[in-house]
């Protein structure tokens, strides 16, 4: 098989995920809403309490996060997924919503840097699959000082619980790209974000993470130099 055809055959990460959940759209509300009542309660709720100005949310998905960011915030959504997409605008249009929604890659947004106030991803960074590259994007795109409104689910603190995460996801991620022993904590740290709140619950399994871009610091001056005034005067 030649090197051209074997592109056409292997499609990429991203694009394996983007036939992932256009498959799983028509049923993704119904299935999921179980699992946010038992495992996840609270924590949609939890990014918008912290969430303000202009809002973009990465991997929107069928934008149930939408109710409750609060009513003056300019919300932007992107979403791989263009079947996704669909049901997350006429869920914006059913709650008189004005959002701007996107169809792009975690991995590349298209936004200039420091468009946006608050990024938030809600169970998202367990499928994306560069989720180091997802983050450093969402730090680029926002405003020093902005905030990261992180919700996932990840590796247990209990290691009967961890070993059965680690066995489930040796299927799930060939099938669907879901991890369940990923934990985004470090690569936000990694990322030089400064850690303002975290969250850990059930037992470990799901964790919450408000997380700050550093404001800008003013440039330093090589050692043994001085600053002059206008006048000339070295200080």
Do not use: N
Not at 31 to 40: G, L, P, S, V, Y
Not at 44 to 57: C, D, F, S, T
Not at 131 to 149: D, F, N, Q, S
């Amino acid at each position: 098989m030649t090197s051209s055809a074997k592109a056409r055959t292997c499609p990429t990460p991203a694009a394996r995920q983007k036939q992932v959940w256009d498959k799983a759209a028509p049923g993704y509300d119904k299935q999921i809403a179980f699992f946010e009542k038992i495992q996840f309660g609270g924590g949609r709720e939890w990014l918008g309490e912290r969430a303000h100005g202009r809002v973009l949310e990465v991997a929107i998905g069928t934008g149930r996060s939408l109710p409750y960011y609060p009513a003056d915030a300019i919300v932007t959504g992107i979403e791989l997924s263009p079947a996704m997409l669909a049901i997350a605008r006429r869920r914006a249009a059913g709650l008189g919503r004005e959002v701007d929604f996107r169809e792009g890659d975690a991995e590349h947004l298209p936004f200039g840097d420091g468009s946006f106030d608050t990024v938030a991803c809600a169970l998202a960074l367990c499928t994306i699959p560069g989720p180091a590259m997802a983050i450093a994007e969402m730090k680029r795109v926002l405003v020093p000082g902005g905030r990261l409104l992180l919700l996932d689910h990840i590796g247990s603190t209990w290691p009967p619980v961890y070993a059965a995460q680690w066995l489930l996801e040796q299927i799930t991620i060939r099938a669907a790209g879901e991890h369940f022993t990923r934990r985004q904590l470090p690569l936000v740290q990694a990322a030089g974000f400064q850690i303002a709140e975290t969250e850990r619950l059930k037992a470990g399994t799901v964790e919450r993470i408000h997380a700050v871009k550093p404001a800008s610091l003013p440039a330093s001056r090589p050692p043994g130099t001085a600053r002059e005034d206008r006048d000339g005067a070295q200080r």
